[in-house]
């Protein structure tokens, strides 16, 4: 999830270079539905990567929060710049598993998907 | 294709200028969004990351050098058009500092030479010169700007290959050219730089980059470099980021170089705005004019040489609310005027109103004319609130005059 949508699709290039298969979504509201719909279709996200600020919309920590009641095994990954957020310095108190600083790395966002994964 | 001055903002993007504090802003005054600047320039460095492109600030359109600490963790470096924004890109930003200039003075070259990465000659003449001056200097990477001589740019001041355009050297004046100069002169080239695209979606990139190739393909083995310029609107909704990727990759890979962009625009686009008051509501025939402490001419140049009618926040084309205005600025200037607008209620005196997207190809163009006051700059980021970083007086009035 990105709320730019150039971002977005540039991510889901490197996770689709990865071999992910990539849902996207550029707010809060829309990855929770997306989340909920593939995990009701029997098909569930092995992992989420959301941006922290969404300006006028849902940002990924709360949605998070949210999708965390939902499912206790959700895999999230927070992603932000170095200016925002407690969460990117305290993940470990929050719904994210891992934080991975933007721009997106390839080769980062391989080895925490891999580490979380593969757990 | 797409060259549009003022591309629609993105929901989170107007949500994010929307929230700027302006009744704490000084008036005028710009304020740049550090949030929204720093998502462009991740956008801009994954890019970089997937491309493998070295992406730099051209310091021409946005200079607000109180933001390169944000800008100078993504980015390569800058790009200058001469010897003084070079100065403050390497006073202030850092990295590689690559120079492009349509003519150098030797004593620039040799100032220059003390720390620019790279001097991109707009001839084989200049280039000449330029090699002469720097004899016994620190040598610099060395590139000549060429002219694809192919431009989808459908506005004439902004077409660097308009016919018989001053800015690059076409293949045919290159190949007349060298006739009467030394030999080894293209072999002394590290790379080849041109600049053909403005406010444009790749498919103009890939198109321009075809007809370089088409004309210069002979002279880039060897080279280290090409640099495919500016104009690149990559963080405008819509831009098609995966033709950008494939491009740079396709002329690294046959090519064995490293591709630079320069963009400006795109670093900053969308990531602030400009906050006026209004200072007099007046009528004349047959138009409610709004007088604003602010101008076209000297704070938005770019409104009348482009031209273009920027957005304002919560106001929309003339008659589309019920209270439609002229706006118009402080200077004498008969055409200073801004557009017309319609608001859903009537403007009064003192009422603040917000310019969108006036971050770039403002503040570095300003002028003093009439003396009209340069706006201050602040800066907003959600975290860290507003800060106004500079306040213009009366002494930045009298300092350029004598
Ligand atoms: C040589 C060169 N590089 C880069 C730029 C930056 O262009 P833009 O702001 O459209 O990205 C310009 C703009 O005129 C330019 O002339």
Redesign the interface.
């Known amino acids: 999830m990105d ?5 977005m ?3 889901g ?2 996770l689709t270079v990865l071999g992910y298969d990539v849902e996207y979504s ?2 809060g509201n829309e990855a929770i539905k997306a989340y909920k719909a593939a995990k009701d279709e029997g098909n569930p996200f092995d992992a989420c990567v959301f941006d922290l ?5 849902m940002g990924g920590e709360e949605a998070a929060n949210i999708l965390i009641d939902y499912d206790p095994n959700l895999v999230a990954i927070a992603s932000s ?5 407690d969460v990117m310095s305290d993940y470990k108190n929050s719904a994210f598993r891992a934080v991975l600083p ?5 080769k980062e966002m391989s080895d925490i998907l891999h580490e979380l994964l593969n757990s | 294709m797409a060259q549009e001055p003022t591309p629609p903002l ?7 200028l ?2 700027i504090p302006i009744q704490e802003t000084p008036s005028p005054g710009y304020v740049v969004h ?2 929204q600047l ?2 462009n ?10 491309s493998g492109a070295k992406v730099l600030l051209a310091l021409k359109g946005f200079a607000c050098f109180s933001t390169f600490p ?1 800008i100078s ?2 980015l390569k470096g800058t790009t200058s058009s001469g010897l003084h924004e070079a100065l403050l890109a390497q006073e202030s930003f850092g990295g590689e500092v690559h120079v492009y200039s349509a003519a150098y003075k030797p004593e620039e070259i040799q100032k220059l030479s003390r720390f620019a990465h790279s001097l991109v000659f707009n001839s084989a003449q200049q280039l000449n010169n330029g090699l002469a001056a720097l004899e016994g200097h620190r040598r610099p990477e060395l590139g000549l700007r060429v002219n694809p001589e192919y431009s989808e740019v459908e506005t004439d001041l902004y077409d660097p290959c308009a016919p018989s355009s001053r800015l690059g050297t076409t293949r045919a004046a290159l190949d007349r050219a060298l006739a009467n100069l030394p030999a080894d002169l293209i072999s002394q080239l590290d790379g080849l730089h041109f600049h053909a695209l403005c406010e444009q979606d790749a498919d103009a990139l890939e198109h321009t980059a075809e007809a370089f190739e088409a004309k210069f393909a002979d002279l880039i083995p060897g080279l280290k470099w090409l640099n495919f310029g500016g104009g690149h609107h ?2 405008r ?3 098609d ?2 033709r950008l ?1 494939r491009v740079v990759k396709r002329f690294r890979e046959r090519y064995d170089v490293e591709v630079y962009l320069e963009p400006s625009e795109a670093v900053a686009l969308h990531t602030g705005i400009l906050v006026v008051t209004v200072l007099d509501l007046i009528e004349t025939g047959g138009h409610q004019i709004a007088i604003l402490d602010s101008s076209a001419t000297c704070h938005m140049p770019d409104v009348l040489e482009m031209p273009y009618r920027p957005s304002i926040l919560g106001a929309g084309q003339p008659n589309a609310y019920a209270h439609t205005y002229r706006l118009g600025g402080m200077s004498c200037l008969a055409g200073d005027v801004i557009g017309d607008y319609s608001f859903p209620q009537p403007l009064e005196i003192g009422q603040r109103l917000t310019f969108l997207d006036m971050a770039h190809y403002t503040m570095v163009k300003n002028t003093t004319f009439n003396g009209v006051p340069l706006p201050a700059i602040s800066l907003y ?4 609130g507003l800060e106004t970083v500079r306040r213009f007086g009366y002494e930045d009035y009298r300092m350029r005059l004598s």
């Open positions: 709320d730019m949508e150039a971002m699709v540039v991510a290039e490197i550029t707010n600020t969404v300006p006028g919309g710049g170095y200016t925002s957020s933007k721009p997106y790395r390839i | 993105s929901e989170a993007s107007l949500a994010a929307a929230s550090l949030d720093e998502k320039c991740q956008l801009l460095q994954t890019i970089a990351e997937c944000i963790k993504y990559i963080t909704p819509g831009y980021v995966e990727i980021s959600e975290t860290t």
